[in-house]
T-cell receptor
Framework: DQQVKQNSPSLSVQEGRISILNCDYTNSMFDYFLWYKKYPAEGPTFLISISSIKDKNEDGRFTVFLNKSAKHLSLHIVPSQPGDSAVYFCAASGAGNNDMRFGAGTRLTVKP | NAGVMQNPRHLVRRRGQEARLRCSPMKGHSHVYWYRQLPEEGLKFMVYLQKENIIDESGMPKERFSAEFPKEGPSILRIQQVVRGDSAAYFC????????????FGEGSRLTVL
């Protein structure tokens, strides 16, 4: 049962442009959402999060948007840089971290 | 390095052997989570442990897999009688609280079953 879905396995963007990564979830009990970034041969690292009481959270070049009615969140990276090239995982959780579920990931490639 | 430490980074086993993966959580963290990543797939939750207790093992296969987090020492994920389908990257994460928040991941242990 895939409760968190990232339907785009890959995305390619030109340096300086905006990258938009999308994520959908099915469990209405999820109330905390995170994005993790993963480089090859490394573990995922936390990037940005948002709780269900907000619809937008911004941290530098990274902004996460949450649409609760659509059960959809997105990560915007602007401007995109080659160093942003990585796999991005969307995650959602409910009451506890053991409820955290991850999407399959989207591989972002930022071309110079 | 005060981060989550996993070892070995790479482990090769033949079918039928045992695999033991170790995880030392970040300093001050008492909550440990194990995830498995199969090729081209996301991270699948396996088990959540606190010191000496398994809190949630709903993602753990019923047979051959076990986990522990003793009072002293690292958390261990043990896979008995490995099969080729066990080949995957196994990630450990830790947190200071069991409540929803950021997880800190180790670099993973890549298991290859020949």
């Amino acid at each position: 049962d895939q409760q968190v879905k990232q339907n785009s396995p890959s995305l390619s963007v030109q340096e300086g442009r905006i990258s938009i990564l999308n994520c959908d979830y099915t469990n209405s009990m999820f109330d905390y959402f995170l994005w993790y970034k993963k480089y090859p041969a490394e573990g995922p690292t936390f990037l940005i999060s948002i709780s269900s009481i907000k619809d937008k959270n911004e941290d530098g070049r990274f902004t996460v948007f949450l649409n609760k009615s659509a059960k959809h969140l997105s990560l915007h990276i602007v401007p995109s840089q080659p160093g942003d090239s990585a796999v991005y995982f969307c995650a959602a959780s409910g009451a506890g971290n053991n409820d955290m579920r991850f999407g399959a990931g989207t591989r972002l490639t930022v071309k110079p | 390095n005060a981060g989550v430490m996993q070892n070995p980074r790479h482990l090769v086993r033949r079918r039928g052997q045992e695999a033991r993966l170790r995880c030392s959580p970040m300093k001050g963290h008492s909550h440990v989570y194990w995830y498995r990543q199969l090729p081209e797939e996301g991270l699948k939750f396996m088990v959540y442990l606190q010191k000496e207790n398994i809190i949630d093992e709903s993602g753990m296969p019923k047979e051959r897999f076990s986990a522990e987090f003793p009072k002293e020492g690292p958390s261990i994920l043990r896979i008995q009688q490995v099969v080729r389908g066990d080949s995957a990257a196994y990630f450990c994460a830790s947190s200071s609280s069991g409540l929803s928040g950021e997880l800190f991941f180790g670099e993973g242990s890549r298991l290859t079953v020949l």
